[in-house]
């Protein structure tokens, strides 16, 4: 459980990592069942409003992202890898020299024909 954080706290802040909405995290972690729909709304709405509730779920979501994050250099990590696997296609490493050029700018522009009309209306207002 996270330092100042009740049970109940926690748990709704786990709902709402897991992706429930404020109101369905609501009703997981708190006794609901007497409780009108805006009221959970309410009481929902108010828990985010804590600090100690939104900065858990921020460093959370932070957390997350810094780990599913995919970088640059993992993606040219990856790719000098084929490049380098003695076992890897020659087609295959063909096509990481080439995402690894493109990723570098190392490839000339490319030109795009584009062909069609383009229709544009325009209003006149007549003086008088």
């Not at 509730?53 to 995919?70: D, G, H, N, P, T």
Request: glycine letters at 4%; a neutral charge.
């Amino acid at each position: 459980m996270a330092e100042g954080l009740t049970a109940k706290q926690e748990a709704f802040v786990q709902a709402v990592i897991s992706g429930k909405t404020n109101s369905d995290a609501y009703r997981l972690a708190y006794d609901t069942d007497n409780m009108k729909p805006s009221s959970v709304h309410e009481k929902a709405a108010e828990l985010m409003r804590n600090v100690k509730i939104s900065s858990r779920i921020a460093a959370y979501k932070e957390e997350l992202a810094k780990s599913y994050l995919w970088t640059r250099e993992d993606s040219v990590r990856e790719l000098t890898g084929v490049i380098a696997d003695p076992s890897a296609r020659c087609s295959d490493k063909t096509a990481a020299v080439k995402v690894l050029n493109e990723m570098h700018g190392f490839n000339a522009p490319i030109k795009h024909d584009i062909n069609g009309t383009i229709t544009h209306e325009m209003a006149i207002e007549m003086l008088k």
